[in-house]
């Protein structure tokens, strides 16, 4: 095996078996070697976090491996963080991204945040279990372009509708992208998002798409 597949691997096994320590080792040594840092997080850390959740359905894992896994994954994105080659283009685009209220799962926003971020636009980050106040207030403050909403759960999800209509009586002018587990394309469109996006990447490309990109 080539090296950098044994650096996909070992971060994978790294962000499994929640070895932050390993993370963080295998990390620098793909930075010292010149793998794409982005890569990194694509091929090695969000498939090791995959695994992590695919078990943690299935009852093998539970909640403390979770967050070992968790903080193996920030640990070594921290790392990685500064080798992402920011776009030269700025765009002007400004997203405003929040974790719906009553939902504390922000791995996946933070991905999303930080591949925004590389793509060079302007991320205002508003966190997780964010009230619907809060989106509205800042999109209206900010003249944000997106508001960005994430929910992984069920039970959260059903506030997103709750920030759309806000937005629309306040008149504030701006797309709304929608992602998250338990979110499609059928439900973005069922509470009137202007686009929903399955992953990171992708939101990338919708946002890019959404202001004429
Ligand atoms: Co919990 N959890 N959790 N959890 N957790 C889920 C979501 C669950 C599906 C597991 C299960 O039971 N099968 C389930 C929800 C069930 C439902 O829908 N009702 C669940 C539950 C029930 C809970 C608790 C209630 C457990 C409890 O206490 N009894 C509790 C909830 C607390 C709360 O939020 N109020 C809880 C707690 C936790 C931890 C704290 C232990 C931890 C979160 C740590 C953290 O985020 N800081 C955790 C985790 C890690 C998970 C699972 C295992 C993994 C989620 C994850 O990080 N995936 C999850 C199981 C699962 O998802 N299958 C589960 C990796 C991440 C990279 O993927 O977040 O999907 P993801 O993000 C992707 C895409 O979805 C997309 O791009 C990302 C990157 O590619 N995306 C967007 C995400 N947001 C986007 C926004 C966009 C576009 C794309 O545009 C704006």
């Not at 806000?166 to 009137?192: M, T």
Request: hydrophobic share 45%; aromatic share 4%; glycine share 10%.
């Amino acid at each position: 095996m080539e090296e950098k597949e044994k650096i996909f691997e070992t971060l994978k096994s790294a962000v499994v078996s929640g070895d932050h320590e390993l993370a963080i080792k295998t990390a620098k040594r793909a930075i010292e070697i010149g793998i794409d840092a982005y890569v990194c997080i694509m091929e090695g850390l969000s498939p090791g976090m995959q695994v992590v959740s695919d078990k943690y359905e299935k009852r093998e894992v539970f909640v403390p491996q979770i967050l070992r896994s968790a903080r193996a994954m920030n640990m070594a994105v921290d790392i990685l963080k500064p080798h992402i080659p920011v776009s030269s283009v700025r765009t002007n685009g400004k997203i405003v991204l929040g974790v719906v209220a009553g939902d504390i799962h922000d791995i996946g926003k933070n991905l999303v945040k930080l591949l925004c971020e590389a793509a060079g636009f302007d991320v205002i980050d508003l966190g997780k279990d964010v009230p619907v106040e809060k989106f509205v207030e800042t999109a209206k403050e900010e003249a944000t372009d997106i508001v960005g909403m994430s929910a992984l759960m069920t039970t959260s999800m059903i506030g997103m509708p709750d920030i759309i209509k806000s937005l629309k009586e306040q008149n504030v002018n701006c797309k709304v992208i929608i992602g998250g587990g338990p979110v499609s394309q059928s439900y973005a469109d069922s509470i009137g998002a202007d686009g929903y996006a399955a992953d990171a990447a992708k939101a990338v490309k919708l946002v890019g798409k959404l202001l004429g990109g």
